[in-house]
């Protein structure tokens, strides 16, 4: 990193027409944000080692989330679109829908990606959490370890398909009523987990997104790694069960640096570096959890990226709108959209993707093939649904002025008017291909760093992946 900066000094030195100030500001950068090993700690910005280092961080941080979800659930609690108004256009102007679905979802998808679990150094949850702990151990509750099935993430994969099938059957991104129930059981949740068990029960086996920030956030440029003063001891540090001074992977850190608070200067650092960074530890197969979430939202993804171009959606949902048509139930016909695409979609897809791939020479089981393909896979995904997000973030942001202007308004409105997206559909598709052929190559990438015996076609399900997202988004830009 720091052999780049000097590079990119020496451009704007011998660049005439490049401003001077740049190269003031690279070397601004340089000494503020020591490298070490090639990456950034940003414990070296004297303003932010401060700040993670007082007691209450993350602490007052969360404390502010946790009131904008308390308000966004109470605000919306029991409203429904007036008569006569289109729900999904409504739901662009109510402040709780809008912000939830239309700007913290894609956000959270972005930040994921980008910085690793980012957003659960923030979250309200594990400070409700950690209530609803203090309140078991007030009244006597015998506050148990989370059993390893459940730590595994299995509930986990179960809740995020049950969120995703009430957005396909029920249409909760769409009603604030909804939305408002939403919240309220989140919070609930986590309240409940932290009450019957122990050691940030919620977020490790509760949380609904905890799958999607750890398999996304794999590869994020923001990471707590051990220093080179670390020592074993550090391992009590840490309220997440995880041993500080052998971190190697984003998927399970919470960002929250209480390790870095407890232990001495130099044992623990809070890194900026590249993307899936090479001294990352890595798993050839990954576990059935990751595996089945990989695949149920692959193929959500899937039809998210279709609802951009209409006709690519009607061909992805011929199938459950003809069998609901048959079967005479208009009212299921989102539900079987749901199953279609979080199930019978991904199921045959991958099952043909590894029956070709023993075809040609592959060893391992079809099971065995899924936990192989998974992780590669979820590096595009991943962009896939940053690419959804940017989309439908475009268009529901510019009706956040007037939302959180005139909320009574927006609501009672019946005659809202759609404002100009902040991009146009086919730039944000440009942006989209860009993304997805990076991600292919960090894919194909990552199947080497992690095993480099894998089979020769092992990149194979990325390319096919890639190339059906690429088809998908090139239909927003020609259509």
Not at 136 to 159: F, N, Q
Not at 211 to 235: I, K, N, S
Not at 243 to 253: A, E, Q
């Amino acid at each position: 990193m720091i052999l780049a900066l000097d590079y990119i000094t020496e451009i704007v030195y011998d660049n005439r027409n490049m401003n001077r100030f740049a190269a003031a500001a690279v070397k601004v950068i340089r000494m503020l944000a020591p490298a070490v090993d090639g990456d950034f700690d940003l414990l070296g910005v004297p303003a932010i080692r401060v700040a993670i280092l007082r007691r209450e961080f993350p602490g007052v941080l969360r404390l502010c989330a946790l009131a904008v979800f308390v308000a966004l659930a109470v605000l919306a609690w029991g409203v429904f679109a007036p008569s006569g108004v289109n729900a999904k256009l409504f739901a662009k102007t109510h402040p709780s829908t809008l912000l939830i679905w239309g700007v913290w979802w894609p956000a959270m998808v972005w930040v994921a990606v980008l910085f690793g679990r980012l957003w659960c150094m923030v979250c309200p949850l594990e400070l409700v959490s950690a209530a609803g702990g203090r309140a078991g151990e007030a009244i006597g509750l015998p506050r148990r370890p989370l059993p390893g099935w459940i730590a595994s993430g299995a509930v986990i994969v179960g809740l995020y398909a049950l969120i995703q099938l009430l957005v396909a059957g029920a249409h909760i991104n769409r009603v604030p009523a909804y939305t408002s129930l939403f919240l309220i059981g989140l919070l609930t949740t986590a309240m409940f987990a932290g009450a019957f068990f122990r050691d940030r029960a919620f977020c490790r086996g509760f949380c609904p997104v905890g799958l999607l920030l750890g398999t996304y956030g794999r590869g994020g440029m923001l990471a707590v790694r051990p220093g080179p003063r670390a020592v074993p001891a550090d391992a009590r540090t840490c309220p997440s069960l995880l041993n500080p001074p052998k971190l190697d992977s984003n998927k399970d850190c919470l960002v929250c640096c209480k390790c870095v608070q407890a232990c001495e200067p130099g044992h623990m650092r809070l890194l900026l570096r590249a993307p899936f960074s090479q001294r990352d530890g890595r798993q050839a197969d990954a576990p059935w959890p990751v595996t089945l979430f990989v695949m149920l939202v692959s193929g959500f993804v899937t039809w998210e990226l279709t609802t951009e171009w209409p006709a690519a959606e009607g061909i992805f949902l011929t199938v459950p709108v003809f069998i609901a048509a048959k079967l005479g139930w208009p009212w299921a016909a989102g539900w079987l959209e749901g199953v279609w695409a979080l199930v019978v979609v991904p199921l045959s897809m991958w099952t043909a993707l590894a029956a070709v791939l023993r075809l040609l020479g592959a060893r391992e089981s079809v099971g065995g093939l899924w936990r192989k393909m998974a992780v590669p896979l979820a590096v595009v995904v991943s962009v896939g649904h940053m690419s959804k997000g940017l989309a439908k973030f475009v268009s529901w942001a510019p009706f956040l002025p007037e939302a959180l202007r005139d909320p009574a308004k927006a609501i009672a409105s019946k005659a809202v008017a759609s404002p100009p997206a902040l991009l146009s559909l086919s730039t944000v598709g440009l942006a989209g291909l860009g993304l997805l052929l990076a991600a292919a190559c960090y894919a194909v990438r990552e199947i080497r760093l992690a095993d480099k015996d894998a089979h020769p076609w092992a990149p194979l399900p990325v390319i096919v992946l890639s190339g059906a997202f690429a088809l998908i988004i090139l239909g927003w830009i020609l259509q």
